[in-house]
């Protein structure tokens, strides 16, 4: 009675770890923030670079230089990364500057889907044409994420990719406005001729949203329980700055920063590797040991609670200690009765 009572225990204890242990699905979920513009912010591009190209010098030639080439590869390289994503055979969930202007992320399941989305309306037209750069369209983007792929079946891989600086997670490329400065204020800021105390509001202040938002919005939503995002990566220029304290997420087992001391690439991770890989984890730590300009990092507040999964173990380590105890223990408090003779 007693060994079968055992062994049914340690059955049902075995499968019940083995069940809760057993890793989700795992979804893939991109946010582009590409320089996709729509013709209002094209407009605000045309008259800006007109102003740099009439004033050459040194620091505006590379400045019209990096403009141009950001217009033209930045749209381009995600489009092939999401083709590539798409190709895979794991789920998805897509948002573009271009796609959310359109009302819809896209989600790939066993099937392409669009689903839709909204966002704030803003009077700024930098941010209305690259609505990935408010914080409340990645929090939309997480709920449709949470809930088109519950945490009960999936877990999760973000990739968050963008223009950035020390500061900002997610900005666009180009954040003035032609109507808020002149020519000769433009050219002088670009020429570093402008003393830092009378720098006109719009150089001082990007548009985006900061990494402590960004760390703020992610937390929210991944606090809920079985809410786990195994990978965190943030694709922008400076993510990692020395002042970013990555610790302070929640419920992230690994996050990946571009280093503070290389600039990011339109090209950075071959998301053709996703068809031969079994999982986008493993495609990451694999993609992250050739490309040497990321730092990445187990992060300590997923790492204090991971003591958690060893009370599975605890029912079991009292079963066997009951058993094995009494076994060893029983000559010391059992003593034989002396024979009558």
């Known amino acids: 009675m007693r060994s079968s009572f055992l062994f049914i225990s340690f059955f049902f204890l075995s499968a019940s770890y083995l069940d809760a242990a057993q890793p989700s699905q795992q979804v893939l979920l991109f946010y582009a923030n590409e320089t996709s513009p729509d013709s209002t912010e094209a407009a605000n591009y045309q008259k800006i670079l007109s102003w740099l190209v009439k004033n050459p010098s040194p620091e505006i030639d590379e400045i019209v230089r990096s403009l141009k080439r950001d217009l033209q ?15 895979a055979s794991f789920p998805s969930l897509i948002a573009t500057n ?50 088109e792929f519950p945490p009960s079946q999936y877990s999760y891989a973000l990739i968050v990719k963008s ?98 001391d ?7 991770l071959d998301y053709d590797q996703l068809k031969s890989s079994s999982g986008v984890s493993e495609f990451l730590e694999a993609q992250f040991k050739i490309h040497s300009q990321y730092q990445v990092y187990d992060t ?26 009494g076994r060893f223990m029983r000559p010391f408090f059992h003593k034989k009765e002396p024979s009558s003779s």
């Open 98 to 147: 271009e796609t959310v202007r359109s009302g819809y992320v896209l989600a790939k399941q066993n099937e392409l889907r669009r689903i839709k989305i909204s966002v704030v309306p803003t009077s700024n037209y930098i941010l209305q044409s690259n609505p990935l750069s408010q914080s409340s369209t990645f929090q939309r983007y997480l709920q449709i994420a949470l809930s």
């Open 262 to 268: 290389r600039s990011a690439r339109y090209h950075s």
């Open 163 to 260: 223009h950035g600086d020390t500061q900002y997670a997610l900005t666009p490329r180009l954040a003035v406005r032609s109507e808020e400065t002149t020519e000769q204020q433009l050219v002088a800021v670009a020429n570093g001729k402008v003393a830092k105390s009378e720098l006109p509001e719009w150089s001082k202040n990007r548009l985006g949203v900061t990494k402590d938002d960004l760390l703020g919005v992610l937390n929210s939503a991944f606090t809920g329980k079985g809410y786990v995002l195994d990978w965190f990566v943030l694709d922008s220029c400076l993510s990692d700055s020395p002042d970013f304290d990555f610790s302070l997420f929640k419920n992230v087992r690994k996050v990946a920063l571009n280093r503070w």
């Open 73 to 87: 590869i930045f749209k381009r390289s995600v489009g092939e990364d999401i083709e590539a994503i798409q190709r």
């Open 300 to 325: 300590v507040s997923f790492g204090k609670k991971k003591w958690l999964q060893y009370l599975y173990f605890l029912p079991l380590f009292l079963i066997l200690v009951w058993t094995l105890g």
